[in-house]
């Protein structure tokens, strides 16, 4: 049985770094991502270079594709709405990153 069962909402940068991260502290839990749009993973910030053309293929602009995010052993369900009341209606604990954990370490 997964010991943590963990939803990241979001399937950007922020979403996808808790997600793997989460998979990398426990790898027995069972980490899904929930993602509204259909592109998880996706450089928003190079979509000026695929405009002007420096990069030729919008699917380029993945930073993993969604098997690469999935052999890492989260659940990616895209094209999926967390509505704002899913934590109060599940019994979810909400985890918002207000503070780095205290077993972060700073580079600076
Ligand atoms: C053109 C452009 C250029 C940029 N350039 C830079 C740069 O050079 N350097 C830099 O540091 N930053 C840059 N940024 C900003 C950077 O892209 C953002 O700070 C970063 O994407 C924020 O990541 P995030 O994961 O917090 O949120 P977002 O990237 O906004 O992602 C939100 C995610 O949550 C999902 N979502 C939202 N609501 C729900 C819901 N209810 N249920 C399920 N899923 C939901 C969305 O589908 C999406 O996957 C740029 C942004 C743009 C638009």
């Known amino acids: 049985m ?6 990241a909402v979001g399937g950007s940068d922020a979403g996808i770094s808790a997600a793997l991260r989460a998979c990398e502290l ?3 839990g069972e980490v899904t991502v929930v993602v509204a749009d259909a592109y998880p993973n996706f450089s928003i910030c ?22 690469d995010l999935t052999a ?3 659940q990616v369900r895209t094209d999926t709405l967390a509505p704002a009341s899913t934590c109060s209606a599940s019994g979810f604990r909400c985890v918002m990153p ?7 370490r700073t580079t600076h």
């Open 72 to 74: 890492t052993g989260m």
């Open 98 to 104: 207000t503070a780095a954990p205290s077993n972060c």
């Open 26 to 28: 426990d790898p027995d």
């Open 2 to 7: 997964a010991s943590r069962r963990i939803v």
């Open 46 to 67: 190079g979509i000026p270079y695929y405009v002007s053309g420096e990069v030729c293929r919008w699917s380029d602009l993945a930073h993993r594709t969604l098997a």
